[in-house]
């Protein structure tokens, strides 16, 4: 595991392979890291569907109303919501959309991103300045590598829990 050196700004992601350690950016996008980190805390994320993942891309998840495998979970309609909070606006930067770098998923509009997430397989530059990149993957990307293909996957990971460092 990476060592941590910002605590509260250190996500904790647990997938059936293992721990995967984020770095948050709350100097680069304060509104994007400071939901993560409340939904976190909420255990709003906790048995969310990875529903969206393109090999050679990205992965995404982060659906807390419709992609909870303990709850009514549907898998069509998963990435398809986010939470009850309001929308976040967009918090776009010079901050390359790299391997292992975290982007908020939104719809057309800018200022849609909510709770959903995607963790960049490769470098996808094309995304660049287009969606609001607030994290970085420092340790257990082989984890995100063996999540499961699809659009959505027949048989979906899901992220088992997501924590705050400072708070384990």
Do not use: W
């Not at 948050?24 to 255990?43: I, N, Y």
């Amino acid at each position: 595991m990476a060592e941590i050196k910002d605590p509260e700004n250190t996500i904790l992601l647990e997938l059936s392979g293992g721990t995967v350690t984020i770095e948050l950016m709350p100097d680069v996008a304060p509104g994007h890291c400071e939901r993560m980190k409340e939904l976190a805390r909420e255990g709003a994320y906790d048995n969310v569907v990875f529903h969206r993942v393109i090999d050679g891309f990205m992965a995404q998840t982060g659906d807390v109303a419709n992609g909870n495998a303990e709850k009514d979970f549907n898998l069509r309609s998963a990435g398809t919501g986010g939470s009850d909070k309001p929308d976040l606006k967009a918090e776009f930067s010079k901050i390359p959309h790299s391997r292992g770098s975290i982007g908020a998923a939104r719809s057309q509009m800018p200022d849609s991103a909510n709770s959903q997430f995607f963790i960049n397989f490769s470098d996808n530059s094309f995304l660049n300045g287009q969606y609001t990149v607030y994290g970085q993957v420092t340790s257990g990307m082989e984890h995100v590598d063996a999540i499961t293909r699809g659009e959505p996957p027949a048989n979906p990971d899901r992220m088992i829990s997501v924590k705050v460092a400072a708070d384990v």
